[in-house]
């Protein structure tokens, strides 16, 4: 019963105050996140999302995503760690500024590969803040050797420039758009 009230008064706080205590709670020494090898929501809450403040309750972990996709550079290590992101992060994805996506190799003629590129660019659709981009490649995939499914991928990353989305794709240390 306690622990209900102590959460209730918290959240009946202004947003304000609450986006002011979440700077302070939340990684207030950094300003970007890299987020790496996660392919289940466990190994995002074991790295990412380890705080204590993602286990009080949703809102309040819904909260926290939210203040992390606004207020974050983030960098994902693979298009699978970034889509279990998106999805974890839910709704609050369309407070996403820039980001980079590292490694954004596509196996090719993969049905589960293809639906996770699929979901990724619908969430990109969804960033309505959305002022940056980066598709960096290690230098392991040349642009020549890319697949169909990987150009496809690539480019449709590119139509975000459409929409003002400022959109850069690196090959090791050389960009191409």
Not at 127 to 148: N, P, Y
Request: glycine fraction near 4%; proline fraction near 3%; aromatic fraction near 8%.
């Amino acid at each position: 019963m306690q622990s209900q009230k102590t959460h209730g008064a918290f959240l009946e706080l202004p947003g304000e105050m609450r986006n002011l205590i979440y700077a302070m709670a939340i990684y207030p020494e950094l300003s970007s996140l890299v987020i790496a090898n996660c392919t289940k929501p466990e190994h995002l809450a074991a790295s990412v999302l380890h705080l204590s403040a993602f286990r009080i309750c949703r809102q309040i972990r819904a909260e926290c995503l939210s203040y992390i996709c606004a207020n974050f550079s983030l960098k994902f290590l693979g298009l699978q760690t970034a889509d279990l992101f998106f999805w974890c992060a839910g709704t609050a994805i369309s407070e996403i500024k820039a980001f980079v996506l590292v490694q954004p190799c596509i196996a090719p003629k993969s049905k589960q590969s293809g639906d996770r590129s699929e979901r990724f660019l619908a969430a990109l659709d969804k960033m309505d803040q959305l002022t940056e981009v980066v598709l960096e490649e290690t230098g392991k995939v040349l642009a020549l050797e890319k697949s169909e499914e990987q150009n496809e991928f690539t480019r449709r990353v590119e139509a975000l420039s459409k929409r003002g989305v400022k959109v850069q794709v690196s090959v090791g240390n050389r960009y191409i758009v």
